[in-house]
T-cell receptor, first 110, second 115 residues
Framework: DAKTTQPNSMESNEEEPVHLPCNHS???????IHWYRQLPSQGPEYVIH???SNVNNRMASLAIAEDRKSSTLILHRATLRDAAVYYC???????????FGTGTRLQVFP | DSGVTQTPKHLITATGQRVTLRCSPR?????VYWYQQSLDQGLQFLIQ???????AKGNILERFSAQQFPDLHSELNLSSLELGDSALYFC??????????????FGPGTRLTVL
C-alpha cells in the first residue's frame, strides 16, 4: 500500500486558516486521496477526498499538486472544535480499505 | 452521530477469554469494516464485509473472526484474548463496495480491556 507522510503536529489560532500538508510520492495514477479526522474520544470522520482536481466541501478544501505527489488539506477558519488528529490516506482504486498512518495532531488555540 | 452503533461501549475481561463485539451499520449501508486502534499500532484495518460476504482482509489475527448477518449487522469475535488485544475497536459502514470512492462512517467504538 502506498504510504503518506505527515507532520506529527501543528498548531493554529482560532479563526485563522490552517494548511495541513501530506506527501505521497509513491501514489499511483488510480489512488484516491482521502482525509479523515479523529476528534478526542470519537471515531474517525470523513473530511474530504479527491483524485486529481482540487475539491471543496462545507468542511474543508483539498489542494492536490499537479504531479499528485503531495496534497494539502485547508481549513479556512479554524475553530476549537477542529482540534483533532488528521489522517491523509491513499485509497487504492477498486478497494475500500483505509490504511491509516500516524496523522497530524492539530491544536487550535483561542 | 454517524448512524453506526456499536455495543458494548466498554468491555473488561481476562486473558484467555472470548468476547463478541457487535456493530449495526447505517440504514442501507451494505459494507461493514472493522478497525483496531491501539496506542502502539495506531488505527489498523482488520476486515471488510459486503452484503454478507468477506470482501477484504487486513491485519486480522487468526484468533479473531467476523461475520455479517442477513440484516447487515456484523459481529467481531475475539478469542484466546491476550493483554495486547486491549484496544479500541471501531466499526464503520459505507453505502457501496469498490465501485465508488465512498465515505466510511465510523461508530463510537468498543473499548476492550484485557486483564
Amino acid at each position: 500500500d502506498a504510504k503518506t507522510t505527515q507532520p506529527n503536529s501543528m498548531e493554529s489560532n482560532e479563526e485563522e486558516p490552517v494548511h495541513l500538508p501530506c506527501n505521497h510520492s509513491t501514489i499511483s495514477g488510480t489512488d484516491y486521496i482521502h482525509w479523515y479526522r479523529q476528534l478526542p474520544s470519537q471515531g474517525p470522520e470523513y473530511v474530504i477526498h479527491g483524485l486529481t482536481s482540487n475539491v471543496n466541501n462545507r468542511m474543508a478544501s483539498l489542494a492536490i499538486a499537479e504531479d499528485r505527489k503531495s496534497s494539502t488539506l485547508i481549513l479556512h477558519r479554524a475553530t476549537l472544535r477542529d482540534a483533532a488528529v488528521y489522517y491523509c490516506i491513499l485509497r487504492v482504486y477498486n478497494t475500500d480499505k483505509l490504511i491509516f498512518g500516524t496523522g497530524t495532531r492539530l491544536q487550535v488555540f483561542p | 452521530d454517524s448512524g453506526v452503533t456499536q455495543t458494548p461501549k466498554h468491555l473488561i475481561t481476562a486473558t484467555g477469554q472470548r468476547v463478541t463485539l457487535r456493530c449495526s451499520p447505517r440504514s442501507g449501508d451494505l459494507s461493514v469494516y472493522w478497525y483496531q486502534q491501539s496506542l502502539d499500532q495506531g488505527l489498523q484495518f482488520l476486515i471488510q464485509y459486503y452484503n454478507g460476504e468477506e470482501r477484504a482482509k487486513g491485519n486480522i489475527l487468526e484468533r479473531f473472526s467476523a461475520q455479517q448477518f442477513p440484516d447487515l449487522h456484523s459481529e467481531l469475535n475475539l478469542s484466546s484474548l491476550e493483554l495486547g488485544d486491549s484496544a479500541l475497536y471501531f466499526c464503520a459502514s459505507s453505502a457501496e463496495g469498490q465501485r465508488a470512492p465512498n465515505e466510511q462512517f465510523f461508530g463510537p467504538g468498543t473499548r476492550l480491556t484485557v486483564l
